[in-house]
């Protein structure tokens, strides 16, 4: 209507013969405007809201049944007002495959005089494989968590490297199971684990540990410990 196309057809028949099927069948008046608009744009707020997120923000990334959405605006808004000296954000995002990929979306807005945001600058960078690992790595901990919890006649440990010690090791996890088999007085101090070891091979064991220690070898030697019952006796 407001592109005047009856004005520029008019006398010209060239125009008229293209046009006029959308000049007879075109129901746009001025008179439908407004019953367009109250049939199709007047429905309440609770359309438009739904669209939004629950600060009424408005994203153009397309979260599906997540919560990054909310999360995402939240930081957003917390930079903008002022309570957080960064943005960062952790969240997903649908790619053009429909496939949804984690995003690290970082930005500092620039100020006025004010302290009012004017603009914003700010990065994405991909870390789904990072994410993956990170998944990979509970999951792995997960299992070994219940291998800890369930060894029997036999101690799953890991150790962290201390050649300071004579024993060599501060423990980083260790099953339950030790107090069974070696019965130290701490189970998280490395050096106790051989209280009970026979006098005879105290020496072996502080050699196979330095070997293993500093050569990177497997430590594969047989120790004779007490038992409870030569305690008993």
């Known amino acids: 209507l407001c592109s005047g196309l009856e004005e520029k057809v008019r006398g010209n028949l060239r125009y008229l013969i293209r046009f006029l099927p959308g000049i007879l069948f075109n129901l746009q008046s001025r008179s439908r ?37 909310d999360a995402a605006q939240a930081a957003i808004g917390a930079h903008l007002s002022g309570k957080t000296d960064l943005f960062i954000s952790e969240h997903r995002l649908k790619d053009k495959g429909g496939n949804y990929r984690w995003i690290l979306a970082r930005g500092v807005s620039v100020r006025d005089e004010s302290g009012k945001p004017v603009r914003m600058a700010g990065s994405h960078t991909d870390i789904t494989a990072w994410k993956k690992t990170e998944q990979d790595l509970r ?83 047989c120790l004779l410990y007490t038992s409870d019952a030569a305690d008993e006796e």
């Open 139 to 221: 999951n792995n901990e997960a299992n070994l968590r219940s291998l800890l919890d369930n060894a029997v006649n036999f101690v799953v440990y890991q150790l962290a490297p201390d050649p300071s010690n004579p024993h060599g090791g501060r423990v980083v996890m260790v099953s339950p199971s030790i107090q069974e088999i070696l019965r130290p007085s701490d189970p998280n101090d490395y050096t106790t684990w051989f209280e009970n070891v026979h006098p005879e091979d105290c020496e072996t064991i502080e050699k196979a540990n330095r070997r293993s220690w500093e050569l990177g070898v497997p430590f594969n030697d």
């Open 33 to 69: 405007s407004r019953m367009i608009a109250d049939r199709h744009y007047d429905l309440g707020n609770d359309l438009f809201f739904s669209f939004l997120d629950p600060y009424n923000q408005y994203s153009c990334g397309y979260f599906e049944e997540t919560d990054d959405l």
